[in-house]
């Protein structure tokens, strides 16, 4: 970490004159999607969207580590607001949510851990990042648990098709076919990719005004898992799926370049390059981020996931993008908040980006 550069002073001009700042130059997701069509942000530049950052602090889709434990990702918003993210990436605009109740206990209806609950905090995800689209904002999704993934891609598939950059140390591909649901409830913080792809539970698979799955296999680049070569690895059904997979080790072997390259050879395959940009802090190595529920190692570097997010974004056609799993309870003495508001004001940073946030995102 010692030469990413903290940003959290940074303040962006245009964000401190007005709520509804423009990041210059970044094209409207709607626009760029249908590059004919009329927009219809009649009282927007289309040339230019503003940074908007929802805060969704749910822990709905952790399991409890011991009796009468709550994870503590529901705090993780908060504690990086308070450590100076809007000013970090420039945010013109703040949507926060309520925080859902969480419980360990069976709801009617589902094996999943607060399936109900969390089905309805999602349709409200869902139609704040479609608002968001709507009105020509990027949505940055601030979890929260890997849950919100799944309201995520479901609002930013009301605008389109979209392609989907999961950035984990996990590939949370767990569903019935590899688990038996009679057997224990399902925590969808494990399940969240499954489930995008339409394997699992119809309360997280099926959503309003969206065809199944959220996203196609081909579509989608696994970035960072680091069990795969284990011997009693949780879900190796993965492998027999289309999924382009990107484990720790070949990331760590080929380098920022190399694994940006094969990641946006996949995204321009698709019709139109659009994809939202999951980043699940635990692919941080454990020795930068204990802050989760899962720490592990070996993971990638902080400088190494910024350069190859900073490329894959440079590539155009990002919509939106989520952070999850930051557990404050876990971080006394703040550090991980600063690492984690440092990364993402780098990410977002005009003067870090090669002079290239005209085409970083859509």
Request: glycine letters at 10%; proline letters at 7%; charged letters at 20%.
């Amino acid at each position: 970490m010692q030469s990413i550069q903290c940003s959290t002073k940074r303040v962006f001009a245009h964000a401190r004159r007005s709520r509804r700042a423009h990041l210059p130059g970044l094209r409207c997701g709607y626009h760029e999607a249908r590059r004919h069509a009329v927009c219809p942000h009649a009282n927007l530049d289309c040339k230019v969207i503003f940074m908007e950052i929802i805060l969704a602090p749910s822990n709905l889709g952790l399991r409890p580590l011991a009796p009468g434990h709550e994870p503590g990702t529901w705090r993780a918003p908060a504690v990086l607001m308070a450590n100076g993210l809007a000013a970090a990436v420039g945010a013109g605009a703040i949507v926060p949510l309520p925080r859902p109740a969480y419980t360990p206990l069976a709801q009617p209806g589902t094996r999943l851990y607060n399936g109900v609950t969390m089905r309805a905090f999602n349709l409200e995800l869902a139609a704040r990042v479609a608002d968001s689209h709507a009105r020509g904002a990027f949505p940055l999704v601030i979890g929260g648990d890997c849950s919100v993934l799944l309201g995520a891609l479901a609002g930013a598939r009301r605008a389109g098709g979209v392609a989907l950059v999961h950035v984990d140390g996990h590939s949370d591909f767990r569903h019935p076919g590899n688990y038996d649901p009679t057997q224990s409830l399902g925590a969808v913080a494990g399940m969240d990719l499954a489930l995008a792809t339409g394997r699992g539970e119809a309360l997280m698979t099926h959503w309003p005004g969206v065809a199944a799955p959220l996203v196609a296999e081909e579509h989608i680049v696994q970035l960072g898992e680091r069990e795969n070569r284990d011997a009693d690895f949780a879900w190796p059904d993965v492998n027999d799926t289309a999924i382009t997979r990107i484990d720790v080790f070949d990331a760590n072997a080929a380098g920022p370049a190399a694994v940006a390259s094969r990641i946006n050879a996949v995204l321009d395959r698709a019709e139109a390059r659009r994809f939202w940009l999951h980043l699940d802090v635990d692919v941080l190595d454990q020795a930068q981020m204990p802050a989760v529920d899962s720490p592990g190692s070996p993971g990638i570097a902080p400088d190494a996931l910024l350069a190859i997010l900073r490329a894959v974004c440079n590539g155009g056609g990002c919509c939106g993008m989520s952070v999850t799993v930051f557990d404050p309870d876990k971080d006394p003495d703040g550090s991980c908040a600063t690492l984690l508001v440092t990364l993402l004001g780098q990410l977002f940073a005009p003067a870090q980006a090669s002079g290239r946030m005209a085409d970083m995102l859509v």
